[in-house]
């Protein structure tokens, strides 16, 4: 399985960026994917998910309101649009995929999810 995440970038404060996460090796309809990120010297934290079907999204309250997840599942591709960007979203961000039995499940904590990819940098210039 290898989720290849790219899209990363240097933006300025009050920019957009445009996340993609391609997947590989697994039956991409059958997974939920996530997006988390981890900033230097923090831990890892949740960003946004979305459930199987695409019918269920789920954002962190830090980035509520600024974030779209998006899925694709004829690319085998999951989306983040982040807009309104802030110094403080500067950070490594990682997509990941969790096997899930419901259409409309939605998963916020990084051990439930299988597989991870590599990262991508984003970094939000003052």
């Known amino acids: 399985v290898q989720l290849q995440a790219s899209g990363g970038g240097l933006v300025q404060a009050g920019g957009s960026l445009r996340l993609s996460c391609a997947a590989s090796?697994?039956?991409?309809?059958?997974?939920?994917m996530g997006w988390f990120r981890q900033a230097p010297g923090k831990e890892r934290e949740f960003v946004a998910t979305?459930?199987?079907?695409?019918?269920?999204?789920y954002y962190a309250d830090s980035m509520k309101g600024r974030l779209t997840i998006s899925r694709d599942d004829a690319k085998n591709t999951v989306y983040l649009q982040m807009n309104s960007l802030k110094p403080e979203d500067t950070a490594v961000y990682y997509c990941?995929?969790?096997?899930?039995?419901?259409?409309?499940?939605?998963?916020?904590?990084?051990?439930?999810?299988?597989?991870w990819g590599q990262g991508t940098l984003v970094t939000v210039s003052s």
């Open positions: 990941a995929a969790v096997r899930s039995l419901s259409l409309l499940g939605y998963f916020y904590t990084a051990e439930r999810y299988n597989y």
């Open positions: 979305i459930s199987r079907s695409g019918g269920n999204t």
């Open positions: 090796g697994l039956t991409f309809k059958n997974y939920g």
